[in-house]
């Protein structure tokens, strides 16, 4: 896990620094709020802050302020560094957002501990976050993630002048292997057919199951060829796929139809206007015989 210290005393942060590494933290080193301000703007920013109270140009307090009044998504745990320790001071530091204080001159086993504290509330926010944004059945997005994170790869590919294609990936006869095998051979398929999505893309696309049998992927960077040569790829995956029902050795071969649609460049286009045709290439796809991919 990565930690920001905020302290402009070089011997103190040389200390904190030597401590969080040596406990296998990857350490931020900056000297006052400012400049720790300015490395919390960082994608991969860091989730946790030890600062110190008193410092120029921006002191531990209004940071704190600053980052609570910034209402990021993920949470950055707070741990202030002070001398001050009546209760006054205590609460204003509450007030001001922070989560726990280690009194100066610090004992570095009391400052582990607490440092200990806030990863692991970092880890449970990051679970709680996971399981609010997935399909418990598949793992993949769920429909409000997808769509949320759909219309900022829109923003993205708008601001910066480059294409965005989607694949709406649909089970082929999906209603006939529940009504035949049982929902817990349906519940295996919907399983292996979005592992043979998640398999067949790049580590920076994404996939959410938009309903039922259906399946987004979105596809930044990709044009409208390169997003059809994806969808062939999958489609091919799909089709070679077996799966055992469950409670008998019977198995179930399965197919998927694939509708593609892309963002040209400069493209004034809503993502909804672009999830629509692609699910009407989708339908043609289905109805010119299934198994296929369709623009």
Known sequence: MRVLICEDDPVSRQLLASFLEKWGYDVVVTNDGKEAWEALQEPAAPGLVVSDWMMPHM????????IREKKETSYTYFIILTAKESKRNIIEGLKAGADDFVV?????????FRVGIGERILELERRILKLAMTDVLTGVLNRRALMEKLEVEKIRAGRENTSLSLII????????????????????VLQKFSDALMAATRPYDFVGRYGGEEFVICLPGNGQEEAVSTAERIRMRVEGLRVTASGNSASVQITGSFGVASF???SQE??????????????????????????
């Open 270 to 295: 809503s993502a909804d206007s672009l999830l629509r045709r692609a699910d009407k290439a989708l339908y043609r796809a289905k109805s010119e015989g299934r198994n296929r991919v369709c623009v």
């Open 59 to 66: 002191d531990g307090i209004e940071l704190c302020r600053k």
């Open 104 to 112: 100066k001159p610090f004992d570095h086993e009391e400052l582990r």
């Open 169 to 188: 990936a649909d089970i082929d006869h999906f209603k006939e292997v529940n009504d035949t095998y049982g929902h817990q051979t349906g519940d295996l």
């Open 264 to 266: 040209g460049l400069d």
